[in-house]
């Protein structure tokens, strides 16, 4: 895929999303560019998932790299804040994720299965060694408990606080 394919999707993906922002469970628009680019409406709720999965690993590494660095730091509570705020700044990905799988879940199934295991894993819930689907077990009831986790309010760090402590 070249440069400009790439940034075709992607605009074509953020074409999807803000002509689901007034319904997320509505059908996806699956015409024009968005047709020229994707086989089907499922690639297109696919993409969706893979864009997600992108924003929510991407804070997950970032909170275990701070629990690593700092022993004070709770893994669960760290994937919990990592997910409720990826939750928080992509609400609309997340709400079309959520509407499609509820409608269609085989669809998004697969990718949700991998990601509840993720989450899992991440948080230090399960050991590598266990069954694969006592990992999604746990994985799926952990993140039903993320869905109804009130997003708490954290008092901001300025950048330089940071710095402050290394100095």
Known sequence: MSWSDYHRRRAALDAVLA????????????H????ELFDSPAQVLLALHY????????????AQAEADRDPDVDLVDAVTAAWL????EHGLLRAVIDAHA??????????LESEQRMLA???GLVGPDEPRAEITRVGAAFTALLRTTPRPHRK????????????
């Open 19 to 30: 002509h689901l922002r007034s319904d997320p469970g509505a059908p996806v628009p699956f």
């Open 32 to 35: 024009g560019e968005v047709a």
């Open 156 to 167: 901001a760090r300025h950048l330089f606080g940071r710095f402050a402590a290394s100095a």
């Open 121 to 123: 894993l991440a948080a």
């Open 85 to 88: 705020d990826t939750a928080a």
């Open 51 to 62: 864009r997600w999965t992108l924003k929510l690993t991407g804070r997950i590494g970032l």
């Open 102 to 111: 509820a409608a269609d879940p085989e669809v998004l199934r697969p990718g």
